[in-house]
């Protein structure tokens, strides 16, 4: 069965588009920016779900943090970051330490697996992802660019660039 659009076309004539053909808009990219996320995670780590893909990326952008953190990052509940952290302990992904200011502070980092891990996963997206701007007009190329880096902004993300799997595990 084939998926319906609901977007709605692009204004023509240099009118702006509404809020819910933003919104719309938005929505059709983040559909496709999660399927091409699914693959290349799937392609690298068929037992790592998507919430717990997106748990090493907080680890692998912001680096090793207390659970209580990363739980509001993630924006769940502690328990549900607690369960999935004890599951990617046993695939040995990310590890918990104590802080050395404060003993009882555990503190979550990833493990050498781990970011590889998501360093496999992020340049298999990038490849798919080139692949789909190269089918877009060149002319595009630019206000994409300026759109999706203030949407990424917006939303709190730290720039891919940025991030750093070096992070000091003490």
């Given at each position: ?33 999660v399927a091409v996320a699914a693959r ?77 891990l998501v360093a496999e996963v992020s ?48």
């Open positions: 069965m084939q998926a319906i659009s609901k977007c709605a076309p692009a204004k023509r004539g240099g009118t702006e588009p509404s809020r819910d053909e933003l919104v719309d808009a938005v929505l059709g990219a983040s559909r496709a920016l290349s995670l799937a392609g690298v780590a068929e037992d790592v779900t998507l919430p717990q893909y997106r748990f090493l990326v907080e680890l692998a952008s912001r680096g090793p943090q207390r659970l209580a953190d990363l739980a509001s990052a993630l924006g769940v509940d502690r328990s549900t970051a607690t369960r999935m952290c004890d599951r990617l302990v046993r695939k040995g992904l990310v590890i918990r330490r104590r802080a050395r200011e404060d003993r009882r502070a555990v503190r979550v980092s990833l493990t050498a697996t781990g970011g590889e340049r298999r997206r990038r490849v798919e992802i080139a692949t789909i701007v190269q089918r877009m007009p060149a002319a595009h190329h630019d206000p994409v660019v300026q759109a999706l880096r203030a949407f990424a902004d917006a939303a709190g993300e730290v720039p891919e660039q940025d991030w750093s799997l070096g992070w000091d595990l003490d």
